[in-house]
Nanobody, 129 residues
Framework: QVQLVESGGGLVQAGESLTLSCAAA????????VSWFRKAPGLDRQFVAA????????YYSESVRGRFTISRDDAKNTVLLLMNNLKPEDTAVYYC??????????????????????WGLGTQVTVSS
């Protein structure tokens, strides 16, 4: 059982930055590709960003591309999501998820959340205008 723990959420003003962390030793061992999703009240869950097992491939949703950066930090056993220039519409609970290992390296994300075997409990991000 892989335990994913998100942290780093909080309340910020528009234009500010936050860095979210997703911690699990199994992630650092490069066994799992990891994605971030978010869920705002009244809206469907939304894909945010993904990083491959090796860290060599990343992908972002159109709404965050150019503002958010996903990376792996082996020293801290985490996958990070650096969020710059935050907007009120970024307000949501953010979840990290680990993709099943049987997928090919290039098949490292699914925007609909299909094929993820482990999910964290989420961390709240609130952006005020």
């Amino acid at each position: 059982q892989v335990q994913l723990v998100e942290s780093g959420g909080g309340l910020v003003q528009a234009g500010e930055s936050l860095t979210l962390s997703c911690a699990a030793a199994e992630i650092v061992s490069r066994e799992y590709a990891v994605s971030w999703f978010r869920k705002a009240p009244g809206l469907d869950r939304q894909f945010v960003a993904a990083i491959s097992r090796s860290g060599g491939m990343t992908y972002y949703s159109e709404s965050v591309r150019g503002r958010f950066t996903i990376s792996r930090d082996d020293a801290k056993n985490t996958v990070l999501l650096l969020m710059n220039n935050l907007k009120p519409e970024d307000t949501a609970v953010y979840y990290c998820a680990a993709r099943a290992r049987y997928y090919a390296n290039t098949d490292y994300f699914n925007t609909q959340g299909v094929g993820y075997v482990y999910w964290g409990l989420g961390t709240q991000v609130t952006v005020s205008s």
